[in-house]
């Protein structure tokens, strides 16, 4: 239990230590990291515990960054709150969604249209909606005040990030040790056998979508106010969607470290094969990083984390 | 008493009657055993039963409550629970977590959970593979594992399927001695299964189905010498065999 303290308070040591020693491409790198590390968080609660996938949660996402823009820009109401107005439309979004899909059964493949076709049709009310600012977006004038969400200097937005992904880590944490947790574990792995010990699987699925659609939806405040500019085609498209999604399944979905692992390991990669295949050929790059991405999900399907506890488990002779 | 009352529950798929007019009711604390070919329409009245499929008609009530239109965690709650024939543990996990889930039905809180949890592993003999993950278990504890998720939720009426089939003998007299042991506890016991052996043992009552309709019930010894029952497994000419 020392040791862990220890392991604790030095990675925490760490965090705090290093974006002051490193350059500003790198306390970028960090800050995409965390905040890709907790999007990949929120998904996981409903897609890699309750096992649900979604490839529709940019709608989350922009529904949360829209909002609180909208909120700040029209009605003068600090992105503080009004991340969480954004996090509570959300969740009341991400129930409509969950009622139609689990309320009718669908499963596998159909949810995931489903979720797909719901950040689709977000996405063309967004781009004709004037409100929203269409197709040319909403674009945020910078005024540095901590109040309004708008910081000078990349520090802020780092100690935001990380602790927008240590609370997101805490509520996984928490769902894990809980009756919750278990529920949703169980409605992975197999839903009738677990509707007939006893579980509503109906509610937890919709309690899942809801935590997990909330948290993304806080995310999508951070985005709006490092990246001042909402556009449609960025924010709520399906690509988006899958680099929410992808982190925690490289890194392994269902487990807390999972997305965390993830998220560096893509960020890293990503980074690096910009740096080194981007002078050749525009695009190789994407190309390279598409093709390290295959293998990882080619021989470690479930995901970095769990493979490297396998290992590590038979390599100090406990049970795999 | 009668705790279960199924009255005229009928179930088809498409033009296939799997289940016809079905009658009966299961005494508090019965151990009733339901027999039939297969096909004979067994499995789809227990999925009716435990709420997975809507009868297309008739009755269920169990303690004078309709039970038409719950879902299976429902009727869980309520303490009636099943098991699978086709056994389905939550292979990503432990034996352990797996019967937590089940105990996480009585108790709010997992160290409550975990207590009710290793008495029912230590009940059903699979205290020692307590850490092993649901997909590596063979057979016979996969089934011992359905019953085990089962009982972890407390339940006053088990519904077992097939809990017996592709066991060898001596396992077989093992799990006969389990289902004993529950039942002594005062659980009510409903039991689909073809290991006569079983039947005869552990039955006070049985059921037959064949093509859906019930076509016999009484006393185990009554029902093997009914030539209904005895043309409905071996086909005619053989009813008269007996006599």
């Known amino acids: 239990m020392s040791r862990r303290l220890g392991v604790g308070l030095g990675v925490g040591a760490l965090l705090v230590w290093l974006p002051f020693t490193v350059s500003s491409v790198w306390q970028n790198l960090l800050i995409t990291t965390f905040y890709f590390a907790y999007l990949g968080q929120a998904w996981n609660i409903l897609g890699g515990y309750a096992g649900q996938l979604s490839l529709g949660h940019a709608a989350f996402f922009a529904i949360g960054a829209y909002t609180s823009v909208v909120l700040h820009t029209h009605f003068g109401i600090s992105p503080w709150l009004g991340m969480f107005a954004g996090a ?98 169980a409605i992975r792995e197999d839903e009738d056998a677990a509707e007939a010990l006893g579980v509503d699987t109906f509610r937890y699925k919709m309690l899942a979508y809801a935590v997990s659609a909330g948290l993304t939806a806080l995310g999508g405040t951070f985005y709006a106010y490092y990246q001042f500019y909402l556009q449609p085609n960025t924010v709520l498209s399906m690509h988006h969607s899958v680099d929410i999604m992808i982190r925690p399944i490289v890194g392994g979905s269902g487990t807390i470290l999972g997305p965390i692992l993830g998220s560096f390991l893509l960020e890293l990669l990503g980074e690096f094969s910009r740096s080194y295949f981007a002078e050749g050929a525009a695009g190789l790059s994407v190309v390279i990083y598409g093709v390290l991405l295959i293998v990882v999900v080619l021989f470690l399907p479930r995901g970095v984390y769990p493979t490297l506890l396998g290992w590590l488990r038979r390599a100090t002779g406990r049970r795999a | 008493m009668s705790l279960l009352a199924v009255e005229g529950v009928s179930k088809s798929f498409g033009g296939l009657a799997a289940v016809q007019r079905v009658t009966f009711t299961l005494a508090e604390g019965e151990l009733l055993a339901l027999i039939g070919p297969n096909g004979a329409g067994k499995t789809t009245l227990f999925h009716v039963i435990s709420g997975f499929m809507a009868p297309d008609e008739g009755t269920i009530r169990y303690a004078g409550e309709s039970l038409v239109g719950l879902r299976p965690h429902d009727i869980c709650q309520r303490g009636m629970v099943r098991t699978f024939q086709i056994t389905r543990p939550f292979n990503r996990l432990t034996v352990l977590e797996n019967v937590l889930v089940g105990a996480l039905e009585r108790v709010a809180h997992r160290r409550q959970a975990v207590t009710i949890a290793e008495e029912v592993l230590a009940l059903t003999g699979l205290a020692e593979k307590a850490g092993q993950l649901g997909h590596s278990l063979t057979l016979p504890d996969r089934k011992r594992l359905e019953l085990a998720r089962a009982l972890a939720t407390g339940p006053k009426v088990l519904l077992l399927d097939e809990v017996m089939a592709g066991l060898n003998p001596t396992e077989t007299t093992r799990l006969i001695d389990l289902i004993r042991t529950i039942h002594g506890r005062g659980v009510t016991i409903l039991l689909i299964e073809h290991v006569m052996r079983a039947v005869m043992a552990l039955s006070q009552r049985i059921l037959v189905l064949n093509y859906g309709e019930l076509i016999a019930e009484g006393t185990p010894q009554t029902v093997v010498r009914n030539p209904k029952v005895i043309e409905a497994y071996l086909g005619e000419g053989y009813s008269s065999l007996d006599s």
């Open chain 1, 88 to 185: 509570l439309l959300a969740a009341a979004v991400s129930q409509g969604i969950g009622y139609l899909g689990f309320r009718f059964g669908l499963r596998g493949f159909y949810f995931i249209l489903l979720t797909l076709a719901a950040a689709e049709i977000l996405r063309l009310i967004a781009l004709h909606l004037p409100l929203l600012g269409g197709y040319t977006g909403l674009f945020i004038n910078f005024t540095p005040n901590p109040w309004q969400f708008q910081f000078k200097g990349k520090i802020w937005y780092y100690f935001i990030a990380l602790g927008f992904l240590a609370v997101a880590s805490a509520v996984v944490w928490l769902i894990e040790r809980s009756k919750f947790g278990a529920y949703l574990v």
